[in-house]
């Protein structure tokens, strides 16, 4: 089973780094760019099934390690069986 | 009196925090591994600056899990003194022993300068009369912007857990913030370097009157001995 983690800076918080890189877009040519958020993609392979439980804990190390709450959102999608 | 500085794989300024300690304030000064899981007699645990776990996937994010964390903790929860610098502040956010997150620098460049600060009224936890209005500590950081929700920052301000603000804000931290103290008022976290500032070489001595504002309201004698 293949899970991906995405992490993104919290909307209401600055990313500076997402500034910067839609900038580098604009001065490249990008029209009509309303913004630019920099965020990070884990890619998880577990021999394990989906369940409940293997959710409650990958939630659990979402939010304790993967990302911080107070600044980033996160989300997972998981392929495979 | 027995102050303990930690060590991570990637810590680069625990030589400066144990001088600062041992020869700044003459002060019995070990270091404990982060492997440790016990911290033994301590009666202030710095947590110092660097690049602990070379800063992946967040500043402090791998440190905070280090074992010694667990003890440091438990240590804080008694009533221990901690005090965080630069990366040790990130890690002291990250365990949830300080609130708010430190970010990317607005300015996205890495701030190396001596900065002017001002010394905010931070209640009985923190001896502002050691400090003065003003003092000047160094900075090296490349993720000191302090974040906080709005309720979180006004909940700062009315606890009066601001301990330092930027005269010229660096790197765009909410309300020039440079450093915090919790609400209990033992656990410290500053993005500015005091153990980089008490050598005759460095930019000024002031670290050596941070390191008392921080221990003389809980160990007033050390105040007398070096009066």
Redesign the interface.
């Known amino acids: 089973m293949k899970i991906k983690v995405f992490v993104t800076p919290k909307k209401n918080v600055l990313d500076p780094q997402g500034v910067a890189v839609g900038h580098a877009l604009e001065s490249l040519g990008l029209k009509g760019l309303k913004g630019t958020r920099v965020g990070k993609v884990v890619e998880l392979e577990l021999d394990e099934a989906d369940s409940p439980q293997l959710r409650a804990q990958l939630d659990k190390l979402c939010r304790d390690l993967l990302s911080n709450p107070v600044i980033e959102d996160y989300h997972y999608e998981i392929a495979g069986k | 009196m027995n102050i303990a500085v930690l060590q991570f794989p990637g810590s680069n300024c625990d030589q400066d925090a144990f001088q600062l300690f041992a020869t700044g304030l003459g002060l019995p000064t070990r270091f404990v591994w982060h492997k440790d899981t016990k911290l033994g007699d301590a009666d202030l645990v710095v947590v110092p600056g660097g690049f602990s776990y070379g800063d992946y996937?967040?500043c402090g994010?791998?440190a905070r899990?280090s074992p010694i964390m667990a003890a440091v903790k438990e240590f804080s929860e008694k009533g221990g003194l901690v005090l965080g610098i630069c990366n040790g502040f990130q890690i002291l956010?990250?365990a949830g022993m300080l609130p708010?997150?430190l970010?990317?620098?607005?300015?996205?460049e890495f701030r190396c300068v001596t900065c002017d600060l001002a010394v905010e009224d931070a209640g009985t936890a923190f001896n502002t009369r050691v400090l003065g209005r003003r003092i000047r500590l160094p900075i090296a950081h490349g993720e000191g912007?302090y974040?906080?929700?709005d309720a979180g920052k006004a909940q700062l301000e009315a606890n009066g857990q601001i301990l330092l603000r930027y005269v010229d804000n660096p790197n765009?931290s909410m309300g020039g913030i440079a450093g915090i103290r919790n609400e209990e008022g033992n656990v410290f976290g500053m993005m500015p370097h005091p153990d980089r500032a008490f050598e005759r070489f460095h930019p000024s001595s002031d670290g050596i009157a941070v390191a008392r504002a921080v221990l003389s309201v809980r160990y007033p004698d050390l105040l007398k001995k070096s009066a």
């Open positions: 996937l967040r994010a791998i899990f956010c990250e708010g997150a970010i990317r620098n607005s300015s996205l912007n974040r906080i929700d765009g």
